[in-house]
Antibody
Framework: QVQLVESGGGVVQPGRSLRLSCAASGFTFNRYTIHWVRQASGRGLEWVAVVSPDGNHEYYTDSVKGRFTISRDSSKNTLSLQVNDLRAEDTALYYC?????????????WGQGTLVTVSS | ERVMTQSPATLSVSPGERATLSCRASQSVSSKLAWYQQKPGQPPRLLIYAASTRATGIPARFSGSGSGTEFSLTISSLQSEDFAIYYCQQYNQGVTFGGGTKVEI
């Protein structure tokens, strides 16, 4: 069965960095586009970033451009999100989500999320 | 940016009743709209994509309709497991989510 398992979250001070990971299994990883979506506690959902199946195309929401970098390693079936210069407003549960088998950006499978808390 | 507005914020219903949730886009998103269900401590679950297509394994009591700027999600007869928060999401231009509708008893 399709599984996405995030890791790497934690409590960090403003300005510091983390590397989030998403381990994928149960499907052909290099055929699917994978996204990061975050959710602040008690709040709604915010799309963060996406990387194409071949890893050559990346897109980001404006608030994280220049600070976050998404990448993927098909040899390890893993997606990563390098998050730098963290701010309080980046505090959230970070989900990786698989895009459905189409060109449209809806998400058919989600991981359980990894929590990032930015606090001094 | 296309802003998605959901209403009502909270919907109080009884099991067996019909529930209709609304989602409005600030500009047309064609039929590029999805609906998700989220329960406490769980990730979102895809219910509907392309405004009206049920995702794999989703019961027939869930139905979506609309196009352009006005959309709705209908749950024909609420079951106990349907009490949750529901989000709409447009993917016509980038991705934006609505603020959610909480369906409660």
């Amino acid at each position: 069965q399709v599984q996405l398992v995030e890791s790497g979250g934690g409590v960090v001070q403003p300005g510091r960095s983390l590397r989030l990971s998403c381990a994928a299994s149960g499907f052909t990883f290099n055929r699917y586009t994978i996204h990061w979506v975050r959710q602040a506690s008690g709040r709604g959902l915010e799309w963060v970033a996406v990387v194409s199946p071949d890893g050559n195309h990346e897109y980001y929401t404006d608030s994280v451009k220049g600070r976050f970098t998404i990448s993927r390693d098909s040899s390890k079936n893993t997606l990563s999100l390098q998050v730098n210069d963290l701010r309080a407003e980046d505090t959230a549960l970070y989900y990786c989500a698989r895009q459905g088998m189409s060109d449209d950006w809806w998400f058919d499978y989600w991981g359980q999320g990894t929590l990032v808390t930015v606090s001094s | 940016e296309r802003v998605m507005t959901q209403s009502p914020a909270t919907l109080s219903v009884s099991p067996g009743e019909r529930a209709t949730l609304s989602c409005r886009a600030s500009q047309s998103v064609s039929s590029k709209l999805a609906w998700y269900q989220q329960k406490p401590g769980q990730p979102p679950r895809l219910l509907i994509y392309a405004a009206s297509t049920r995702a794999t394994g989703i019961p027939a009591r869930f139905s979506g309709s609309g196009s352009g700027t006005e959309f709705s999600l209908t749950i024909s007869s609420l079951q106990s497991e349907d009490f949750a928060i529901y989000y709409c999401q447009q993917y016509n231009q980038g991705v934006t989510f609505g603020g959610g509708t909480k369906v409660e008893i």
